[in-house]
């Protein structure tokens, strides 16, 4: 499918664009924000929106745009490395699964029924408590709930594919289960694959925010849109602003983030909602 056809979406096209505008944001905050995080000047806190200050200062006098650039890429960060910690574990998972069956099916679908028991957040919390809080940590939990939503899906995706003709010829033709998973089911799910990274990527952001809130996610110095928030609560009802701006950046980009998952899933296979996802939950 071509960008031409993918564009022909608008889902597709603005929740692409909104999250794309919000993660350039952040990584040009790898190199320049208008003025340094960490830069504390009590005098001019609680400054409104100006030509100076675009969106203000929090209560310690530092610039609130360049603290939602670095915070939004912090929790673009934690995402990204969260849901590929659950690629990289759980779609191996999954295609061993459809492809091996029997006891290795089983062991992959235990594992996947003992992780969802859980509450995911309270897990979290518990594994950051343990290891303590920290961005690295925040990760390691997040990427852990992730794994088996890859793994159901890459399964549901595989057996899709299994039973179909040219998987039995290659079958016939001698290719071990290895070969099979790696040649014929991997690249045919890997559309089903994506869409699911594209949803995991905002309930990551999430994640991330909800940690950093409770204390356990991103540690000052610093900073990340969870962590903005847990430092203006106090101050909701009297500068409500400190808490608008993270509160609705996160709202943008979850948004942003699940448009484009539905616009790029009817873009690529208006069925995987039907076919794909019905069979993850087998």
Do not use: C, K
């Amino acid at each position: 499918m071509s960008w031409r056809q993918l564009m022909r979406h608008p889902s597709l096209v603005i929740g692409l664009f909104v999250a794309l505008v919000f993660a350039l944001l952040g990584l040009v905050s790898l190199w320049w924000t208008p003025f340094p995080i960490e830069q504390i000047a009590i005098a001019r806190r609680f400054a409104g929106p100006s030509a100076t200050h675009w969106l203000g200062t929090d209560h310690l006098g530092r610039d609130l745009l360049s603290l939602v650039m670095s915070g939004t890429l912090t929790s673009f960060m934690v995402a990204v490395l969260a849901v590929g910690i659950g690629i990289g574990i759980g779609v191996p998972m999954g295609l061993a699964a459809a492809a091996w069956g029997g006891m290795v099916e089983w062991v992959v679908l235990r594992f996947s029924d003992l992780t969802f028991a859980f509450p995911s957040v309270i897990v979290a919390i518990l594994i950051t408590t343990l290891m303590g809080p920290g961005e690295i940590n925040a990760i390691v939990a997040i990427g852990i709930f992730n794994i088996p939503v890859f793994a159901r899906v890459a399964r549901g995706g595989a057996l899709a594919i299994a039973t179909l003709d040219y998987v039995a010829a290659a079958r016939l033709a001698g290719l071990g289960n290895a070969a099979i998973a790696m040649r014929h089911l991997l690249p045919n799910i890997m559309s089903l694959i994506i869409v699911q990274g594209t949803i995991q990527l905002s309930l990551g952001i999430l994640a991330e925010a909800g940690l950093s809130y409770v204390g356990l996610g991103t540690q000052p110095p610093g900073t990340s849109l969870g962590l903005m928030l847990r430092d203006a609560q106090s101050l909701f009802l009297i500068h409500p602003w400190l808490s608008v701006v993270p509160g609705l950046t996160i709202v943008f980009i979850v948004i942003a983030l699940n448009i484009a998952g539905d616009g790029l899933r009817d873009a690529i296979d208006p069925r995987l909602r039907q076919e794909g996802l019905g069979h993850a939950a087998g």
